[in-house]
């Protein structure tokens, strides 16, 4: 089991990606045609003008101020832009070196970049990065551009080792600051991170980045997240350094782990619907592109539900 994605891995994953279909416009039945473009409908577009509405319209669609002025119902008119800014925000550092099954956290998340990088590039559409979580590089940037060149050089930082040590604060402030200055109207920011982390500090940057822009997360799991498997008593560290002994033979206390994992998030999860962020986790021993699929396909439901 590797520490470190590997470039070769990566690279590779642009022949996956043709099959994710995000070159497609039309809402399609096949989970590998269309379906990306299927999801994300809607987004990336410039506001044109409003008119009345005529049967058969998107009521979501729908402007409420001039149908309540007028007393007419009344629709918002978009134009779809020719390209859109794909935003790839991906954790590394401490919190991603760990994995108990198929692969570390680090590994799977690069291949979740890779293949969304991929796919973004053969839609023509322009892919920027962030990447984060190492002490010493702390927050590295790549501005979105269409060139493969630069997706190519992203990928191969992800694959170089990494500065592992504790941060006095948790670098995700810091992204979300980034993006909230940078990212423009419109673009499609994916979030691939650890989310063993409590929500309530990010709700409101997260709030402000949804306002203007489609926000997916990405959990990248391990089993052993949710589930500590029984091997006796064990000492572990707290991150303000201590300590701590678990006995994790214990029925009663794995029950609890558990509960508190799935508790944590459920909170999540609350948090990101009441934001309209999809949440699409990914654990280590998945298939990158059959989990990342079956999300979408997932997602694509919900709407058409809507």
Same mark, same amino acid.
């Not at 709030?207 to 052993?224: S, Y």
């Given at each position: 089991?590797?520490?470190?994605?590997?470039?070769?891995?990566?690279?590779?994953?642009?022949?996956?990606?043709?099959?994710?279909?995000?070159?497609?416009?039309?809402?399609?039945?096949?989970?590998?045609?269309?379906?990306?473009?299927?999801?994300?409908?809607?987004?990336?577009?410039?506001?044109?003008?409003?008119?009345?509405?005529?049967?058969?319209?998107?009521?979501?669609?729908?402007?409420?101020?001039?149908?309540?002025?007028?007393?007419?119902?009344?629709?918002?008119?978009?134009?779809?832009?020719?390209?859109?800014?794909?935003?790839?925000?991906?954790?590394?550092?401490?919190?991603?070196?760990?994995?108990?099954?198929?692969?570390?956290?680090?590994?799977?998340?690069?291949?979740?970049?890779?293949?969304?990088?991929?796919?973004?590039?053969?839609?023509?559409?322009?892919?920027?990065?962030?990447?984060?979580?190492?002490?010493?590089?702390?927050?590295?940037?790549?501005?979105?551009?269409?060139?493969?060149?630069?997706?190519?050089?992203?990928?191969?930082?992800?694959?170089?080792?990494?500065?592992?040590?504790?941060?006095?604060?948790?670098?995700?402030?810091?992204? =979300?600051?980034?993006?909230?200055?940078?990212?423009?109207?419109?673009?499609?920011?994916? =979030?691939?991170?650890?989310?063993?982390?409590?929500?309530?500090?990010?709700?409101?940057?997260?709030?402000?980045?949804?306002?203007?822009?489609?926000?997916? =997360?990405?959990?990248?799991?391990?089993?052993?997240?949710?589930?500590?498997?029984?091997?006796?008593?064990?000492?572990?560290?707290?991150?303000?350094?201590?300590?701590?002994?678990?006995?994790?033979?214990?029925?009663?206390?794995?029950?609890?782990?558990?509960?508190?994992?799935?508790?944590?998030?459920?909170?999540?999860?609350?948090?990101?619907?009441?934001?309209?962020?999809?949440?699409?986790?990914?654990?280590?021993?998945?298939?990158?592109?059959?989990? =990342?699929?079956?999300?979408?396909?997932?997602?694509?439901?919900?709407?058409?539900?809507?």
């Amino acid at each position: 089991m590797s520490l470190r994605p590997q470039l070769t891995d990566l690279l590779e994953l642009r022949h996956q990606a043709r099959t994710v279909g995000m070159a497609s416009h039309h809402l399609v039945n096949s989970a590998l045609c269309g379906l990306y473009a299927s999801v994300f409908r809607g987004h990336g577009m410039d506001f044109e003008e409003v008119r009345e509405y005529q049967e058969g319209d998107e009521i979501r669609n729908m402007d409420w101020r001039v149908t309540a002025r007028t007393g007419v119902p009344h629709l918002k008119v978009f134009r779809e832009e020719r390209e859109r800014s794909v935003f790839l925000c991906v954790e590394i550092g401490d919190r991603m070196a760990f994995g108990t099954r198929g692969t570390f956290k680090s590994v799977q998340a690069a291949r979740v970049a890779a293949l969304l990088g991929w796919s973004a590039n053969n839609n023509q559409d322009r892919v920027g990065a962030l990447l984060y979580g190492d002490p010493v590089m702390g927050v590295q940037s790549f501005r979105p551009t269409r060139a493969r060149r630069s997706l190519w050089q992203m990928l191969r930082v992800l694959t170089e080792p990494v500065h592992l040590g504790r941060h006095r604060t948790d670098p995700f402030s810091d992204v =979300l600051a980034i993006l909230n200055r940078s990212v423009p109207t419109g673009a499609l920011v994916f =979030l691939i991170a650890d989310l063993n982390r409590d929500p309530t500090e990010w709700e409101r940057p997260l709030g402000q980045l949804r306002q203007r822009r489609e926000v997916v =997360l990405l959990p990248i799991d391990d089993p052993a997240d949710r589930d500590i498997p029984p091997m006796g008593r064990v000492l572990f560290g707290t991150p303000d350094g201590r300590r701590l002994e678990v006995d994790t033979d214990s029925a009663e206390g794995r029950a609890l782990y558990r509960a508190r994992w799935e508790q944590a998030r459920a909170h999540w999860v609350a948090v990101a619907t009441r934001l309209g962020i999809a949440v699409i986790p990914i654990a280590t021993e998945d298939n990158v592109r059959d989990a =990342l699929q079956s999300g979408l396909r997932l997602r694509a439901q919900h709407m058409v539900g809507r």
